[in-house]
Each structure stands twice: as C-alpha cells, then as structure tokens.
C-alpha cells in the first residue's frame, strides 16, 4: 500500500491550498482516510477524516468550515481543500489509512493514530501572516 501526498506550498493568511492523496494497492473496500497534521514541537493533530463506504466525513473543529475532504474512487484520490488559512494551520500534513479501526467516531481520537497501518511522507503546509 502506498499513500502519496502533494499540495502543499507555502501561501499567505486567508489563501487556499487543496492537498491530494494518492492512495494505490490498497486491496480492502472499507476503509478510513485521515488527514492528521504535526506542527514542530506538537502532538499529532487529526484534522479531517473520511470513510470510503458512505463519505461520511469527520472534522476537527478548528477547521470546520473552512476545510472539506472529498474523494474520487475512480482516480484512488482523496483531497483536503483548505481554505481562509491561518498561521496555526503551519504544518506536515499526513494522509493516513486504515481498515482495522470500525468507525469514525474511533479513528479521529488520537489514540487510535498509531492503527492507522499506512501513512503518506507528508506535505508541508506553510502560511504566513
């Protein structure tokens, strides 16, 4: 299984970044994308996640409302539009998948990180004020 990030860049507060996920030879059907982010000297920090079944989608409330995920099966591709960018959203941005957590509800608690099986290299995200 490989996860492939791209998207990131360096952008200005209140601009627009949408990072893709890439995701190949994942053989399950049911699974749980998530977009977890690290910022120097912090913990893991969950942003957006979606589940491959339904799209039902999970977000962190400092990003609710300003970011969506979404995702194109035919292109094996999960996106992350942020938009309005803060300062605070400076960080490695990591896709991540999983198959083994059951629901939503588990996968975003930051416990459950560490049985996400597969995690992309990440993309910076950098945003100036």
């Known amino acids: 299984v490989q996860l492939v990030e791209s998207g990131g860049g360096l952008v200005q507060a209140g601009g627009s970044l949408r990072l893709s996920c890439v995701v190949s030879e994942f053989t399950s059907e049911e699974y749980i994308i998530g977009w977890i982010r690290q910022a120097p000297g912090k913990e893991r920090e969950g942003v957006s996640f979606i589940r491959s079944t339904d799209g039902d989608t999970r977000y962190d409330d400092s990003v609710k409302g300003r970011f969506t995920v979404s995702s194109d099966p035919g292109k094996n591709t999960v996106y992350l539009q942020m938009n309005n960018l803060k300062p605070e959203d400076t960080a490695v941005y990591y896709c991540?998948?999983?198959?083994?957590?059951?629901?939503?509800?588990?996968?975003?608690?930051?416990?459950?990180?560490?049985?996400?099986?597969?995690w992309g290299q990440g993309t910076q995200v950098t945003v100036s004020s």
């Open positions: 991540a998948a999983t198959d083994i957590l059951p629901d939503l509800e588990v996968a975003i608690l930051p416990p459950y990180y560490p049985l996400f099986e597969h």
